[in-house]
Nanobody, 129 residues
């Protein structure tokens, strides 16, 4: 059974930084390397939105509001996904989820939540002003 477990959330002051991690278990290494990986977030009272996505070959894409502040990366050997969040703003406050879709490679790897079949349980990020 494939599982994704997020960690690294917490509280930060505006302008601060946090680094989220997402570790996969029960995931075949070859399949993980060929997976599309993404971070999503959901703030109270709002719909879940895509934050960043990374393809099997390292192509990345970000939602406009986090460009230049957040960096998504992956370590296939450790079956891990990361989100480095700098210059945090109060509007970044949300529950953050990682997601994976095996076999979705290259340009088909986009941040549309409908295409992801494996989800973590989420980690809370709270940014105060």
């Amino acid at each position: 059974q494939v599982q994704l477990v997020e960690s690294g959330g917490g509280s930060a002051q505006a302008g601060g930084s946090l680094r989220l991690s997402c570790v996969a278990s029960g995931y075949d290494g070859s399949s993980y390397r060929r997976s599309c990986l993404s971070w999503f977030r959901q703030a109270p009272g709002k719909e879940r939105e895509g934050v960043a996505v990374i393809s099997n070959d390292g192509l990345t894409n970000y939602t406009e509001s986090v460009k230049g502040r957040f960096t998504i990366s992956r370590d296939n050997a450790k079956k891990s996904l990361f989100l480095q969040m700098n210059s945090l703003k109060p509007e970044d406050t949300a529950m953050y989820y990682c997601a994976a879709m095996p076999g979705l490679t290259g340009s088909t790897c986009v941040g549309n939540q409908a295409i992801f079949s494996i989800w973590g349980q989420g980690t809370q990020v709270t940014v105060s002003s």
